[in-house]
C-alpha cells in the first residue's frame, strides 16, 4: 500500500466525515481527496512529475497536508524543512542537495524563503498560501492557483517502494542530511503504531507538534488518515489557548506531545486551574504520547496525577519513520520506551 491508497480507502469508507478540523476551517474527507487531485492537477501543469522534490517551509495546516498528499500522488516527493532555520544559506543548502524544482510556504517565512529561492538555481516556483498573485514576486504563485487546473494529470504508477519524503536532520554532526522514506515506511509505521497502542476509529487526535517533523506527521497525520478519525490541527503550541478550546469542543482523546510540554502542564496545573484542565479541556482524553526526548518519570508521575491522563512513552528517529518502540498502554513501566513495533528489530550495542 502507498499513501495514495491510505487516502483514497479512508475517503471512500468516510467521504462526509471530517479529517481535518482547525480554528477557522474544516475538511472532510471526500473534500481533501479531492483538494489533493486537484492540487496535484496543477503540480503536473507546472511540471512536477515522479521522482522531483518541493519543499514544504509551513507551519500546520490543512495546505500543508494537501501540498504533501498532492505530491505523493504525482510520484513526487515532499521536503518537510524546518520553519524555524532563519539562516538563508542553511535553507539553500537543503533546497540544493535534494535538487527542488519548488516550495510552497507561507507570508510569514517569506522573506528568508525568497533569499533561499534565489540561491538555489533548481527552484523553478514559489508557491505561497496565503498571498495572492497580486502581490507576489516573478516566479511566485498562490498555492490556491494550482485547483484551477482540476484533478487531470498524467496516470502515474506509484509503488510502495517509491521516496515519499525527504526529512532533514538537524546537522548537528555536519552538514544536515536529508532521509529518504519510502512510501511503505510510512504506512507500515502508522499500522504498527495504531495496533501496539489499539486505536480506535472513534479516536479524535490533536496535531500541536510540527508537521514537519516525522513524529508529528506519522502520528498525528497519517494514524488519523489511516484509521478515517478526525485531527485537531493547530498551527503552533503557543498560545496554547486556541487549542485548548479545540480539544474541548471536538473531544480530543489522543494527547501527542514532547516531555517539555508534559512537564510545563504538570508543573502549571494546580488548584482551580487544574480542575479546569483535567474536566473541560483534557475530560475526553484517554491516552497522551510521548517521544523525541526522554521523559522524566517524575514528569510522568505529576502530569497523571495532575490530569489523571496516562503517558504511554515511545523512542523513534527520523530514519524510523519514526516509531521503533513503544511502552505498551496495558503494560507501561516508567522509564521505559517499550519493546519495539511490528517490523522493527532492534540490537543494543
Not at 473534500?31 to 519543499?55: D, I, S
Not at 498528499?69 to 535534494?98: H, S, T
Not at 510521548?290 to 502530569?303: C, D, E, R, W
Request: hydrophobic residues 45%; contains cysteine.
Amino acid at each position: 500500500m502507498n499513501l495514495n491508497d491510505l487516502l483514497d480507502q479512508s475517503a471512500a469508507a468516510n467521504s462526509g466525515a471530517l479529517a481535518f478540523v482547525s480554528q477557522n476551517s474544516s475538511i472532510t474527507y471526500g473534500e481533501l481527496r479531492r483538494a489533493v487531485l486537484e492540487t496535484a492537477g496543477g503540480f503536473a501543469k507546472r511540471g512536477v512529475g515522479p521522482g522531483h522534490c518541493v519543499a514544504i517551509i509551513h507551519r500546520n495546516s490543512q495546505d500543508f497536508v494537501i501540498a504533501y498528499l498532492a505530491l505523493n500522488r504525482l510520484g513526487a516527493i515532499g521536503v518537510p524543512i524546518n520553519f524555524m532555520i532563519q539562516k538563508a544559506e542553511e535553507l539553500a543548502y537543503m533546497l540544493k542537495d535534494c535538487g527542488a524544482v519548488g516550495v510552497v510556504s507561507q507570508k510569514e517565512f517569506l522573506k528568508g524563503v525568497r533569499a533561499a529561492v534565489a540561491l538555489a538555481p533548481t527552484v523553478k516556483t514559489l508557491w505561497v498560501t496565503d498571498v495572492p498573485d497580486s502581490e507576489l514576486k516573478k516566479g511566485e504563485e498562490w498555492f490556491s492557483r494550482l485547483r484551477q487546473f482540476g484533478d487531470s494529470f498524467p496516470a502515474r504508477t506509484v509503488s510502495e517502494s517509491d521516496v515519499a519524503a525527504i526529512l532533514y536532520t538537524s546537522g548537528t554532526t555536519g552538514s544536515p542530511k536529508g532521509v529518504m522514506l519510502t512510501h511503505r515506511n510510512l504506512v507500515t509505521n502508522a499500522d504498527a503504531a495504531i495496533k501496539v497502542m489499539r486505536l480506535k476509529k472513534s479516536d479524535v487526535g490533536l496535531c500541536i507538534l510540527p508537521m514537519f517533523h516525522s513524529f508529528a506527521w506519522t502520528g498525528c497525520v497519517l494514524v488519523p488518515l489511516r484509521l478515517g478519525t478526525k485531527a485537531v490541527i493547530s498551527p503552533a503550541i503557543t498560545p496554547a489557548k486556541p487549542w485548548l478550546k479545540l480539544m474541548a469542543s471536538h473531544g480530543v482523546t489522543l494527547f501527542a506531545a514532547v516531555p517539555q510540554l508534559y512537564a510545563v502542564l504538570a508543573k502549571e496545573v494546580t488548584g482551580l486551574k487544574g480542575l479546569v484542565m483535567r474536566y473541560w479541556f483534557f475530560r475526553k482524553v484517554r491516552l497522551a504520547i510521548s517521544g523525541a526526548a526522554p521523559l522524566s518519570p517524575t514528569v510522568q508521575k505529576a502530569f497523571e496525577k495532575a490530569l489523571g491522563v496516562p503517558i504511554v512513552e515511545g523512542y523513534g528517529l527520523t530514519e524510523t519513520s519514526p516509531v521503533a518502540t513503544i511502552n505498551v498502554p496495558s503494560a507501561r513501566r516508567r522509564g521505559s520506551v517499550g519493546p519495539a513495533v511490528q517490523g522493527v528489530q532492534l540490537k543494543i550495542i
